[in-house]
């Protein structure tokens, strides 16, 4: 037994199919993404007893970044500097009053016999133009030892991304 459907039909039971199907990934997508959710817990009390009570800025990579914030792992230097420092991973808040500059520095080659003082190219960036894997210096006007502590993140007065040529 065959089942004849005229043209029409067969189009339209095709429409729907396809918009059904259209609608369930659409539905199944959790939104516009920027990077997968990277954990950010506190630093462990043993490693927080070693490591400076005072800090004001922190470097390293970036390994996310979101829409008002970016997790960078850094490394946390310890009170006895002859101890090998703390990887660690800090979760930043970039508000409106954080200035956000990228610093390009000459290579290694254009600087060999140079006598002129190192002046990096400067470019103004917007939190968006961050990347993940670039290495950035994080700066802030309070301490963020209790944010390490609490596994809270703190506000950044400047991040500036660090380049070379």
Same mark, same amino acid.
């Given at each position: 037994?065959?089942?004849?459907?005229?043209?029409?039909?067969?189009i339209?039971i095709?429409m729907?199919?396809?918009?059904v199907?259209?609608?369930?990934?659409i539905?199944?997508?959790?939104?516009?993404?920027? #990077?997968d959710?990277v $954990?950010?817990?506190?630093l462990?009390?043993? *490693?927080?007893a070693?490591i400076? @009570?005072? /800090?004001?800025?922190?470097?390293?990579?970036?390994i996310?970044?979101?829409?008002?914030?970016i997790t960078?792992?850094?490394?946390?230097?310890?009170?006895?500097?002859?101890?090998?420092?703390?990887?660690?991973?800090?979760?930043v808040?970039?508000?409106a009053? #954080?200035?956000?500059? $990228?610093?390009?520095?000459?290579?290694a080659e *254009?600087l060999?016999?140079?006598? @002129?003082? /190192?002046?990096p190219?400067?470019?103004?960036?917007?939190?968006?133009?961050?990347?993940i894997?670039?290495?950035?210096d994080?700066?802030?006007?309070?301490?963020?030892?209790?944010s390490?502590?609490?596994?809270?993140?703190?506000?950044?007065?400047t991040?500036?991304?660090?380049?070379?040529?």
């Open positions: 037994m065959s089942i004849k459907l005229k043209p029409g039909i067969l339209t095709i729907v199919v396809v918009v199907a259209v609608l369930m990934i539905a199944s997508s959790k939104g516009p993404k920027t #990077t959710v $954990k950010f817990r506190p462990e009390k043993s *490693k927080l070693e400076t @009570n005072n /800090i004001k800025g922190v470097s390293g990579k970036i996310a970044v979101n829409k008002d914030t960078v792992e850094v490394l946390l230097m310890m009170k006895d500097t002859t101890k090998t420092p703390i990887k660690h991973r800090v979760k808040l970039a508000d009053s #954080t200035i956000i500059t $990228k610093l390009v520095f000459p290579s *254009k060999m016999g140079s006598k @002129n003082p /190192i002046i190219k400067e470019e103004t960036l917007k939190l968006n133009d961050l990347k894997g670039e290495t950035i994080i700066r802030a006007d309070k301490n963020i030892y209790d390490l502590e609490s596994g809270i993140s703190f506000t950044a007065s991040i500036n991304v660090i380049a070379y040529e």
